[in-house]
């Protein structure tokens, strides 16, 4: 079964408010039980490069998301190792 990850949103504080920016990312991936899948998601230096709150889901067809990494490459305790996350300047992946 084909699987597809999902970036919802980039959060940041700004001056007390939650301010939410345009980015660039494939609409989605998917790759067959096994295979190595990698997405990346580019903002620019006032969004992804100055913070850390980047969120990455995982949505099946007819289910409801599933947080996979949080702050970047923080993953919750159920969540397996196979899946992480980084960044690199505008870039996070």
Known sequence: MAWALLLLT????DTGSWAQYALTWPPFVSGAPGQLVTTSCTGTSSDVGDYDRVFWYQKHPGTTSRLLIYN???RP???SDLFSGSKSGNMVT
């Not at 980039?10 to 504080?13: G, I, N, R, V």
């Open 10 to 13: 980039l959060l940041t504080q």
């Open 72 to 74: 970047v490459n923080t």
């Open 77 to 79: 305790s159920e969540i």
